[in-house]
């Protein structure tokens, strides 16, 4: 073997690894994008079934029409940008027997292209709780 082929044997080897260190880096960007939009979303799903149940208990309370609970959901959709639309929420009942029913999905995207690439899809039917 002549010292140019093991020269130019070497130089092949380091454009691998470093092509082979890229793909493992874009790929955990990946990875840690998919992972963090999930957690993201879930958090915020989180917190705005909590806020129904608070809604819930004032509008009981304070015999809030139907129309203005989903106002205020809608609202704090908004405020924690979540795709959820008037139609995707029905309010029944009244007084202590308020019951909500919210229907909304999201969706998952890839960086970069923006393609979604998995649809979270989330069913929450409350009724009042009573305060002990």
């Known amino acids: 073997m002549h010292m140019r ?3 130019t044997l070497e130089r092949g080897s380091h ?3 470093y ?6 880096i874009f790929f ?10 999930w957690l993201t979303v879930n958090r915020r ?16 309370s304070k015999q809030l029409p139907a129309s203005e ?8 959709a908004e405020d924690l940008s979540l795709p959820v639309h ?12 308020l019951k909500a029913g919210v229907h909304y999905s999201t969706d998952i995207t890839m960086p970069i292209v923006n393609q979604s690439v998995h649809r979270m899809r989330f069913h929450h ?7 002990h």
């Open 28 to 37: 955990g960007f990946l990875q840690v994008s998919l992972i963090s939009q």
């Open 15 to 17: 454009s691998q690894r």
């Open 5 to 7: 082929d093991v020269i």
């Open 69 to 76: 609970v989903r106002a205020l959901l809608l609202i704090k």
């Open 45 to 60: 799903d989180e917190m705005f079934t909590e806020y129904i149940d608070h809604v819930m208990q004032v509008a009981a």
């Open 86 to 97: 008037g139609d995707e929420i029905s309010i029944t009942g009244n007084g202590q027997m």
């Open 19 to 24: 092509m082979a260190m890229f793909l493992w």
């Open 125 to 131: 039917d409350l009724t009042l709780k009573p305060i």
